[in-house]
């Protein structure tokens, strides 16, 4: 039996993210092919009602750190109470989303652990009993295949590639408390309030279907042809860096190497050109449709399905026939 594996299953406001279900079903996968445990931990406050759930999606163990101190995220405190889980379950693969919370905590821990980790990566297998962790570099250009020579390798999965297993309701998973260790007042950096964005709305690197923008749109007022396309298919709206450096649209919008990564089922990206660090945000997804008026753009050697046309007549057409075709 080999060591351990450990999934970060990340929450927030008491409810587990997407991306939780797509590290537990990695890891469970993982630990089935070298017969080993799956232990996942819960960080927060008022969570200890959600360690069942981890159990039907393969978890043996759940081991939870449920206290006032752990409400809001913090670099110390969470990679602290990380650093005790690994010892406590004597890991020897930690498995992170690519997640904002997920891409502070894992190096933090790592480096605490004096050990290596691979970073937003999109696959993951074993390779002559060593795990393997496939990760793009220069902007999507590279796929790099990534090994780890000390223990604990520590691996931050891309969110929306890795497929979440059924669950199986009848399936338990141990749950073991983490006693935490250290006083509010230990905690250096502190966040003091967070503020959602106005409306709600999801967010990008969750979207299964995203439609972006580019300086093509020519104007903020512009996207609303957008956000309808979006709603009609139950997606969000995603922008490029000159739309966001223009103003048109707030920078949690921005796909690409200063944006976001983004992997959802859909992408349509209208009036973007595909510059390669736009590209580095938004590659992996699965299926790419664009919509440009030069049918030199590089975003068409990217595309699965393109559209040469003026975005202003394309789009709104396309939301109707989606609309009918949706009953919408
Ligand atoms: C260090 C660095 C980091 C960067 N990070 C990012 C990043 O994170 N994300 C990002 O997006 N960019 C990033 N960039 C910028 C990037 O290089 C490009 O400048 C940018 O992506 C271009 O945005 P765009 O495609 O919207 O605009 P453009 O390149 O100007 O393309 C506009 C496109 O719209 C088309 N178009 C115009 N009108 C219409 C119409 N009516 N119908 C259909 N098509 C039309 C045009 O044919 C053109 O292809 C970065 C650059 C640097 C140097």
Redesign the pocket.
């Known amino acids: 039996m080999g060591k351990a594996i450990l999934a970060f299953a990340e929450q927030r406001d008491g409810k587990l993210k997407k991306n939780a279900y797509e590290v537990i079903s990695t890891g469970k996968k993982l630990a089935d092919e070298i017969k080993s445990e799956l232990v996942s931990l819960l960080i927060g406050s008022g969570i200890e009602g959600l360690a069942s759930e981890l159990g039907s999606y393969g978890s043996d163990k759940v081991l939870v750190a449920d206290s006032e101190i752990l409400k809001l995220y913090s670099s110390e405190g969470y990679s602290s109470v990380l650093v005790d889980a690994v010892k406590k379950c004597d890991a020897g693969i930690v498995l992170l989303p690519a997640s904002s919370m997920g891409k502070d905590l894992a190096p933090a821990a790592a480096a605490k652990l004096e050990t290596g980790v691979a970073m937003d990566c999109i696959g993951v297998a074993f390779k002559d009993g060593k795990l393997e962790a496939t990760r793009p570099v220069y902007a999507g250009k590279i796929m790099t295949k990534v090994g780890c020579s000390k223990e604990p390798f520590f691996i931050t999965l891309r969110p929306n590639v890795f497929s979440v297993s059924a669950p199986s309701p009848d399936k338990k998973a141990s749950v073991e408390k983490i006693n935490v260790g250290f006083s509010a007042e230990s905690i250096r950096a502190k966040v003091k309030e967070i503020v959602a964005a106005a409306g709600g709305k999801m967010d990008l690197t969750e979207a299964s279907v995203i439609v972006a923008g580019?300086?093509?749109m020519k104007s903020g007022e512009n996207f609303k042809v957008l956000e309808e396309l979006a709603d009609a298919l139950g997606g969000v709206v995603g922008a490029?860096?000159?739309?966001v450096d223009a103003g048109w649209r707030p920078h949690s919008d921005?796909?690409?190497?200063?944006?976001k990564v983004v992997s959802p089922n859909l992408y349509i990206a209208?009036?973007?050109?595909?510059?390669i660090?736009?590209l580095a945000?938004m590659s992996s997804s699965k299926c790419i449709v664009a919509?440009?008026?030069?049918s030199d753009?590089p975003i068409f050697q990217m595309a699965d399905y393109g559209i040469v046309g003026?975005?202003?007549q394309v789009v709104p057409v396309l939301a109707q026939e989606v609309k009918k075709v949706l009953g919408k």
Do not use: E, P
């Open positions: 580019g300086r093509g490029s860096r000159s739309v921005q796909v690409g190497q200063t944006g209208c009036g973007v050109s595909g510059a660090q736009h945000g919509i440009n008026k030069d753009a003026d975005l202003f």
